[in-house]
């Protein structure tokens, strides 16, 4: 058995150790939108309109620390951007705000920038490239790769 094409992950739910410092960073700097605050404990935040595509909450993680390097954990989050100037926008607002990028790179199939919230979650903005450009070997077998993306080049999109 395997799921249908259609099979998307509708979305996240975190735990945070502080809600305005990770609202700061998913609603004012990425840009996300609350749909709603379940008391004082969780806020549910979504793009465009959705019930929620991040939930945060603090119900068993009020001021705490990540979990250490090299245990098991959450790697990363990724939020697919509709187009390249779209994800070009948001690189920019990250970079004019000083925020700290942990990498970007081409992946064939996609353009990712890396880069970690305040609870030191991984997250991933990327876009996709058309399906038919991916690369793929002489049998048809997707073949991704992990190259440097150039930033500058990015930018130039706006």
Avoid at 42 to 68: E, K, M, R
Avoid at 79 to 108: F, M, N, T, W
Wanted: net charge negative; glycine share 8%; no cysteine.
């Amino acid at each position: 058995m395997t799921l249908p094409a259609e099979t998307r992950i509708g979305h996240v739910h975190l735990k945070v150790a502080d809600l305005e410092k990770s609202l700061a960073f998913y609603r004012d700097l990425l840009g996300f939108e609350i749909t709603s605050y379940y008391g004082d404990s969780a806020v549910f935040l979504s793009a465009g309109g959705y019930h929620h595509h991040i939930g945060l909450n603090t119900w068993h993680s009020q001021g705490s620390s990540p979990p250490p390097v090299g245990h098991t954990g959450l790697y990363h989050v990724a939020i697919l951007l509709p187009d390249r100037q779209s994800l070009a926008r948001l690189v920019k607002r990250l970079l004019d705000a000083r925020y700290p990028l942990q990498g970007a790179s081409d992946h064939g199939v996609s353009e990712a920038v890396y880069l970690a919230d305040p609870d030191d979650n991984g997250i991933e903005l990327y876009v996709d490239r058309p399906r038919e450009s991916w690369p793929k070997d002489a049998e048809g077998n997707l073949q991704m790769f992990t190259r440097p993306l150039d930033l500058t080049q990015l930018l130039a999109e706006l």
